[in-house]
């Protein structure tokens, strides 16, 4: 089993900036490929970005391409968003998840844990 914490939401004035961390427990982080996922009221949980095991490699959905980053620290068991340029639109439940998958990165169904969330709300 894979213990997944989120923090760092808030409210943020659009234009501004927040940093998400997942901190992570219960099996070697480093075996896992991470997730950051959002649900906004009345959606469909959707996929932001994703970080290889080793963090070289990363992927993110077009809305959110240069201003968002995602990182991590295997050596704190922890990933990181960085969210820069905030829009109303971006306002949602964010999500961190783990997968040993090699497939299927971009869509819920390929994360086998998942944290319990924080809010981000961005006002105009």
């Known amino acids: 089993q894979v213990q997944l914490v989120e923090s760092g939401g808030g409210l943020v004035q659009a234009g501004g900036s927040l940093r998400l961390s997942c901190a992570a427990s219960?099996?070697?982080?480093?075996?896992?490929?991470m997730g950051w996922f959002r649900q906004a009221p009345g959606k469909e949980r959707e996929f932001v970005a994703r970080?290889?095991?080793?963090?070289?490699?990363?992927f993110y959905t077009d809305s959110v391409k240069g201003r968002f980053t995602i990182s991590r620290d295997n050596a704190k068991n922890t990933v990181y968003l960085q969210m820069n340029s905030l829009k109303p639109e971006d306002t949602a439940s964010y999500y961190c998840?783990?997968?040993?998958?090699?497939?299927?990165?971009?869509?819920?169904?390929?994360?086998?844990?998942w944290g319990q969330g924080t809010q981000v709300t961005v006002s105009s």
């Open positions: 998840a783990a997968t040993s998958a090699v497939s299927n990165l971009n869509s819920i169904q390929g994360y086998s844990y």
């Open positions: 219960g099996r070697t982080f480093s075996n896992y490929a």
């Open positions: 970080i290889s095991r080793s963090g070289i490699s990363t």
